[in-house]
């Protein structure tokens, strides 16, 4: 058990539907980390937050965003869904104070396992 | 364009074989790890590799990252079902620490 938390573990939804997934870091973990991983693509790096501030955008779409609450839980909301957003959905979180070149760990959670039909 | 490359991307072996698998990059990182992830699961770590150079070992498996940090190879001696997994490197990029993903290694590890 890594201590990251993801709800919900599997996902089924429509095309143009707006979904929401859920992630609970590791005690004391300061940053979450969301990442996309399709069969063709691998482990997409989508967005970063420390302490509640976004720190770092990757290859996230517009109708994708996400947040970092005061509790350090973090969401990830999906909207005008595609065919093709359909995806395993990661959540890591990791110790890494920004600057800091040691701590770079991340612990993942079980990832949501989203299908748009 | 993937940041960090590896190869071979499946590897079929029997048990009690040796195999090596690849993570190369022309971009320098901070740091390079190593996860493993099973069907269904979260990738896990393995290792931290932080020193060009390095030799990092966990029971059967043998990590090393490249003299210039751009690269790492990890060697698994008599080869077990149980590694059976995708295995994946991350660098860790500096600037914000964020790690980048190559697509990983497919090892399948025949009884």
């Known amino acids: 058990d890594s201590g990251v938390t993801q709800t919900p573990k599997h996902l089924i939804t429509a095309t143009g539907q707006r979904v929401t997934l859920r992630c609970s870091p590791r005690?004391?973990?300061?940053?979450v980390y969301w990442y996309q991983q399709s069969l063709d693509q691998g482990l997409q790096f989508l967005i970063q937050?420390?302490?509640?501030?976004?720190?770092a955008k990757g290859n996230i779409l517009e109708r994708f965003s996400a947040q970092q609450f005061p509790d350090l839980h973090s969401e990830l909301n999906l909207s005008s869904l595609e065919l093709g957003d359909s995806a395993l959905y990661f959540c890591?979180?990791?110790?890494?104070?920004?600057?800091?070149?040691?701590?770079?760990?991340?612990?993942f959670g079980q990832g949501t396992r989203l299908t748009v039909v | 364009t993937q940041l960090l490359e590896q190869s071979p991307q499946f590897l079929s072996i029997q048990e009690g074989e040796n195999l090596t698998v690849y993570c190369n990059s022309s971009?320098?990182?901070?740091?390079l790890q190593w996860y493993r992830q099973e069907p269904g699961e979260g990738p896990v770590l393995l290792v931290t590799?932080?020193?060009?150079?390095e030799v990092k070992k966990l029971k059967r498996l043998t990590f090393q990252f490249g003299d210039a940090r751009k690269d790492s190879s990890l060697h698994i001696t008599a080869a077990q079902p149980g590694d059976t997994g995708l295995y994946l490197c991350?660098?860790?990029?500096?600037?914000?620490?964020?790690?980048?993903f190559g697509k990983g290694n497919q090892v399948v590890v025949i009884p």
């Open positions: 890591a979180s990791s110790v890494v104070v920004p600057g800091d070149l040691q701590n770079t760990e991340a612990f």
């Open positions: 005690s004391g973990d300061l940053s």
């Open positions: 937050y420390y302490n509640g501030e976004e720190r």
């Open positions: 971009s320098v990182f901070s740091s």
């Open positions: 590799v932080v020193t060009g150079g």
């Open positions: 991350a660098g860790a990029l500096y600037g914000n620490n964020r790690l980048a």
